[in-house]
């Protein structure tokens, strides 16, 4: 008996291409999805083909509807939340944020690597954008928070320029830690003046290696900006301890 596969329906090649855009990186997690009217002219179809392509879509978890606001992608490895059990550990824990920069050294490298071989002409204006936006706010001294959000913007635009959608998801679903670990380096750094001039030198070495299309450069630099704040941190915390030292010798000196 001979199998014969049954044609492809319009509207499941219409599916196609729109999980081939997430598998290729355009559509992100949580990013809207265009409108169907959108959808029917860039891909050339009918409004009811697109209509159950969307339908399909939503049945499968790829993408979910907001009520009044739209269709985005799903984030598939959606771990964010800070209710969530990895988050509450975190929080408990404080030493494993060493733990999370070493991920964050390995992964980011790799982004910033991609970026600098894949990264699109929007890319590179989303990516200029938040660099002048996060240079802004340290020279402007801004609040440490506002610091920590622009600072942390400017790294998930350069997630997004690597076009690969399974490193993408996974720093999505790291994206809340990601954000704590930031603000926690920020806020132990940004008042000290000589490391605050040493982040912004490493983001600008991050930012020019990217957008000079030089993808060594800019992984090292991501690599190297993110263990040069787990030393400084760790260094803080050795002059922390030489201070209750001291400060114990003090209140009980040797006889």
Not at 28 to 43: A, F, G, M, T, V
């Amino acid at each position: 008996m001979t199998n014969t596969k049954k044609p492809e329906t319009a509207a499941a090649k219409i599916m196609n291409q729109i999980e081939a855009l997430i598998a290729e990186g355009s559509l992100q997690p949580d990013e809207k999805i265009p409108s169907e009217r959108q959808l029917c002219n860039r891909l050339n179809a009918s409004r009811p083909v697109v209509r159950e392509a969307m339908k399909e879509l939503r049945g499968r978890g790829v993408i979910h509807t907001v009520h009044g606001k739209g269709s985005f992608v799903s984030n598939f490895l959606d771990n964010s939340s800070e209710t969530n059990a990895l988050h509450k550990i975190y929080e408990k824990h404080p030493r494993m944020l060493f733990d999370l920069l070493e991920v964050r050294e390995l992964l980011e490298g790799q982004a910033a690597k991609l970026a600098a071989e894949r990264a699109t002409e929007k890319d590179l204006h989303n990516i200029t954008k938040a660099f002048n936006a996060m240079h802004v706010a340290y020279e402007n001294n801004a609040d440490v928070m506002d610091a920590a959000n622009f600072d942390h913007a400017f790294h998930r635009s350069i997630y997004a320029a690597s076009h690969n959608p399974i490193l993408i998801h996974t720093l999505q679903s790291l994206m809340q830690l990601m954000r704590n670990s930031v603000i926690v380096t920020v806020s132990n750094l940004y008042h000290r003046e000589s490391s605050k001039k040493q982040i912004q030198a490493y983001h600008r070495l991050i930012y020019n290696a990217i957008i000079d299309g030089k993808p060594d450069r800019a992984e090292r630099a991501a690599m190297d900006h993110v263990r040069d704040m787990c030393d400084r941190i760790l260094e803080l915390e050795r002059q922390e301890q030489r201070l209750i030292r001291a400060q114990i010798l003090e209140k009980n000196p040797r006889k």
